[in-house]
């Protein structure tokens, strides 16, 4: 479990350096009412959107975090491989 943890915190960091860099964005998910770049740009390659999901803590909506990755996967193991 601290692997996928850090690996959102990994993607959230990742989201949030392309945002602060200029990145480019193409069109947006929305998320529980959140929107969420479906790629992202990240110094001259582009990561597509492999997931996305919330954080809640009781009834809070606490965080909403998308994970880009250099290819699509479908297993924490072709995530972990890149």
Known sequence: MRVVHSLVLAAAFSAGLAASTGG??????????????????????KLPLNGAG????GPFKVYVVGLYTAKKAATLDEVTSQ
């Not at 480019?24 to 390659?45: C, L, P």
């Not at 919330?54 to 803590?57: D, V």
């Open 24 to 45: 480019a964005y193409a069109a947006t998910v929305d998320i529980n009412g959140v929107k969420v770049e479906d790629s992202a740009e990240v110094r001259g390659t």
């Open 54 to 57: 919330t954080r809640f803590k």
